[in-house]
């Protein structure tokens, strides 16, 4: 008899903020593995706020999920059978394979992890795709120079906490802004920030910056958009720069999303604001992984992961990035190894 | 007794659009010129969009006007009388001298303009800080490649009808943005765009420029800001350039500019804007002079000019500049030569 693949289906596409109904637990029977491929049993899933995106059927960077076909996203999962001279029983793995307790993959689909570099879990974070977001977001778009001030906002989560420490290594003055001062106790008692605002605790976010950047802003790391990047857009320096990573602010939103214009701004600043996605850099992956791997081991970077338990507690994951509850990566473990 | 030097100053600062309370003409004495000095007088005036901000007193870019002061800008004129080794009487210069009819210069206020390259009044536009805005903005935050889609915002304007054409040049397909027929004849029949938009005649600038640019928006150079540049947002490709030169739509709101938040459609197409201003690029204003200069002689460049006749009129033509009024570059002549 096959094994019983639990899996966790598109069931309909959201308006707003994601529900009960948008998600379907299915059982499938596990595939039988052929020549050249592996069976995986999943670790950890990831979960992040740009899945939120592939939910519309809308033209975007990356293909929209399919209805009724498995939540795609990053995850580990441990080699327990394998048709491949590549890999092993008890290899760790990462790749695309989702929110699905088995998945049987080709060679070339999964990517093996070194489990004696970082814990492997580091792959869904610090050293994988949130890392390198980091890495080529700030050092490409926004090339922050010794002394000048970085702005951060969703500072907390895992691309914007990795953000700030990449920033501190480069000599920069670093700002956080998130919502709870545990978040901003966080980014300054243990990553090193030089400030931070909890916007949820202020009526002023403006003045807040007025404050506490009195040299302005020069490069501003947008994780979120909405008001809190409109304040931080009144704040700019000559030829600021403005990675745009992420609107969660927007994410959810049914109608449209309206704010201050930013023409004029950027005019009279000479400011770049400059959108991206990860896979633009996909050629310097493995650059930017070596570098993040060696701050890592040289513990200049380090790191914060909320690990909740269970397969069954994905989707409620998932809705919690949207209530700004975590701090750095949350992740989801759904199963343990079996040859370790 | 001296010479009466007319002038117009800056009277008070408007609350949205100037009007005739704005300017004040008066008369002063033309001043003595003293060792290595010299009197111009005026023969042309530029009046330009930028100069509304100027008018405001807040903290931008450029300097804002002071109150009870000649209206600062650019000027051509000829030297009267000199006590300067470098110029002599007859010579044509252009400097920052502004709305007045005489200006005693120091040596390195000014630049002598050779007459024999082209009419002198190039020098207000495409031979000048218009033609050197549109080379930089274009060439350097645009990078139009062969075969790609450039879109014009204010395009029959002094500085977008220079861009399109720089575009052309470079191999681009070409389609402007303007507000009457007789502008979008002007920029297919005269300067050979590829498409126009006349946006006064249409219900629907998207759907447009769907039709029109069935390929999508690779470069958009943005001379307006408001709802035309929201409708340019969402026709973008991926890896999409924005040069925000210029943002006239709102230049003379007195209310907050809103529209739809960009930030998401800069990340879904890794798409960047930038702003900037023709001074950013001052260390290289020869290469762009040189560059222009060749291509005017060469017959790839044209222009038009609009030159409006008499010193009291300087205030109606640059009121005309936001009424959408003027087809390429708007001067006005104040004065005639002595020397020729």
Chains 1, 2 share one sequence.
Request: glycine share 10%; aromatic share 8%; hydrophobic share 35%.
């Amino acid at each position: 008899m096959a094994r019983v693949n639990n899996q966790i289906i598109l069931a309909e596409r959201p308006q707003g903020l994601p529900d009960d109904n948008t998600f379907e637990f299915v059982k499938k029977a596990v595939e039988d593995v052929k020549e050249d491929q592996i069976l995986i049993k999943t670790l950890y899933v990831s979960v992040d706020p740009y899945m939120r995106g592939r939910m519309e059927n809308a033209e975007s960077y990356i293909e929209p999920f399919k209805l009724n076909e498995v939540i795609e996203g990053s995850s580990i999962g441990e080699v327990i059978e394998s048709k491949s001279d590549q890999f092993k029983t008890g290899d760790v793995v990462t790749g695309m394979f989702g929110w699905q307790e088995y998945y049987v993959a080709g060679e070339n689909e999964v990517r093996q992890i070194d489990p004696s570099i970082a814990p492997i879990t580091t792959n869904l974070h610090i050293l994988g795709m949130t890392g390198l977001t980091s890495y080529f977001g700030l050092l490409d778009i926004g090339k922050p120079k010794e002394g000048e001030t970085v702005v951060i906002s969703g500072a907390a989560g895992s691309v914007g906490s990795t953000v700030g420490q990449i920033a501190k290594i480069k000599g920069a003055r670093v700002v956080g802004i998130a919502g709870s001062d545990e978040k901003i106790s966080f980014l300054k008692d243990e990553l090193n920030f030089d400030g931070g605002i909890n916007y949820r605790a202020t009526d002023n976010i403006k003045d807040d910056l007025q404050r506490i950047c009195p040299d302005g802003v020069d490069v501003y790391f947008d994780n979120v958009g909405g008001e809190i990047s409109d304040a931080v857009m009144t704040q700019l320096n000559r030829y600021a720069r403005i990675p745009v990573c992420g609107a969660i602010s927007s994410y959810n939103k049914e109608e449209q999303d309206l704010g201050p214009r930013v023409q004029q701004t950027l005019i009279k600043k000479s400011a770049l604001m400059q959108g991206f996605t990860v896979g633009n850099y996909s050629d310097r992956f493995k650059e930017g992984a070596k570098q993040l791997g060696q701050w890592l081991q040289e513990g200049k970077l380090t790191y914060r992961e909320t690990i909740r338990e269970g397969f069954e507690n994905i989707p409620g994951a998932f809705l919690d990035l949207f209530r700004g509850k975590n701090i750095g990566k949350l992740l989801v473990k759904v199963g343990e190894r079996e040859y370790v």
